[in-house]
């Protein structure tokens, strides 16, 4: 059932009358519901990062025998199930991780990816723009390499996936906080990112260069067209040619796909803006969810990409590959709710069942046999990883 933030009492009531809390709610309300889970002793599942605040109930759930687990979605989720397999294998023939690149997504399925954005909304397409602006660090050999927010877009390369093709990727949050957990060397290299098609980053570089992705600032739009908002993004006169002057502000060509995409979505057109109040994102999402958004019998796409490089006591050294791909269902569940819904889902009936038994507040990688079970019966609704090795 969904409840508001200042139903704490029937919150309250509700975890003390039932087994088990699977939390799918804003990570804002977490620490209250961790403190009456813990007030119950009931265990709690959620796909959500684990925050510092959540973290810092460790103790007492270790005392009360309370199991607090994060991080169990798509991402973060099953990525952390697939690089705890590989790293299980590689430790177990006495290798030692040299580097380690993991990268996920949700996408439209090939055959769907029809529109120039190249992407379209899986999941609640604000929490899209906002997560894209959260910064993020990996390692370089042991060396922390910080990437501000507002620069997440400016640091994306491209990477190549047998079978799949080419992606750009830019960095997902701070990896090594997950350093210690995974058990890695202080001198590896470590990435953790998010793929997207060619063309994305450039478009959010844009985004951001002309403030479009903030979501602090409200405005009235009553009586104002899209033509006139955007003229208004570069203060410029809207009886100017507002595509050039937009152009001329970002010192691109005329013709540059980012105005030709911000042509599509509609920015430039003379007609009223379709909400009255709102930030410059509310907007952008608005003009969006009109083109970016799933037609009946069009598929999503979760891919999951791990690659780690090893060295053996021989000291040769391989690159092992566990990839895994899946659609959504055709006028079905999409991939990314199967991907986000189905991790918490075996989680909580193992749970109960008693095949997990741990306390405290956890992820995956801080209970490294986790992902046994799980991936074992998530490959039974086809979210399986094909596995590769190459030698170096």
Not at 33 to 56: F, G, N, Q, W
Not at 189 to 203: A, D, E, I, T, V
Not at 327 to 344: K, Q, R, Y
Request: with cysteine; glycine share 8%; aromatic share 8%.
């Amino acid at each position: 059932m969904s409840w508001a933030s200042d139903q704490e009492e029937l919150l309250d009531r509700l975890i003390g009358e039932h087994d088990i809390v699977v939390n799918m709610i804003p990570k804002a309300h977490h620490v209250m519901v961790v403190r009456l889970c813990l007030k119950h002793r009931k265990d709690m599942v959620t796909t959500s990062y684990e925050i510092p605040s959540v973290k810092a109930f460790d103790e007492e759930a270790k005392d009360k025998q309370v199991l607090i687990l994060n991080e169990l979605g798509e991402d973060p989720g099953m990525d952390h199930m697939g690089t705890q397999m590989l790293l299980d294998e590689i430790r177990a023939e006495g290798g030692r991780v040299v580097s380690l690149n993991s990268y996920s997504s949700g996408l439209p399925s090939f055959k769907y990816n029809n529109n120039p954005m190249g992407y379209k909304f899986s999941w609640e397409p604000k929490g899209v723009f906002l997560a894209a602006q959260v910064p993020g660090a990996y390692l370089k050999e042991g060396k922390r390499i910080p990437v501000p927010g507002d620069q997440l877009f400016d640091k994306h390369w491209l990477v190549d996936i047998e079978g799949l093709g080419t992606f750009e990727t830019y960095p997902n949050k701070d990896c090594t906080r997950y350093l210690e957990p995974f058990g890695l060397d202080e001198d590896v290299s470590f990435y953790r990112g998010l793929l997207r098609f060619s063309g994305y980053c450039n478009n959010m570089r844009n985004f951001i260069a002309l403030d479009l992705l903030n979501d602090h600032d409200t405005y009235s739009f009553e009586g104002r067209t899209y033509r006139q908002f955007a003229a208004s993004l570069i203060g410029c006169d809207e009886a100017e040619n507002v595509e050039h002057a937009i152009a001329s502000y970002l010192k691109i060509d005329n013709n540059a796909d980012i105005i030709n995409r911000l042509r599509w979505i509609g920015i430039f057109e003379d007609c009223q803006i379709s909400i009255e109040k709102g930030s410059k994102l509310d907007v952008l999402v608005d003009l969006m969810l009109k083109k970016m958004t799933y037609t009946p019998g069009e598929t999503d796409m979760t891919i999951i990409h791990i690659e780690v490089i090893s060295e053996f006591p021989d000291h040769h050294r391989e690159k092992r590959l566990a990839t895994m791909v899946k659609d959504g269902i055709p006028n079905g569940d999409s991939a990314m709710s199967l991907a986000v819904g189905l991790p918490p889902a075996i989680a909580t009936r193992l749970i109960l069942e008693g095949r997990i038994m741990a306390s405290g507040v956890h992820m995956p990688p801080t209970l490294p046999k986790l992902y046994q079970p799980i991936l074992e019966e998530l490959a039974s609704y086809g979210f399986e990883f094909q596995r590769r090795t190459i030698k170096l």
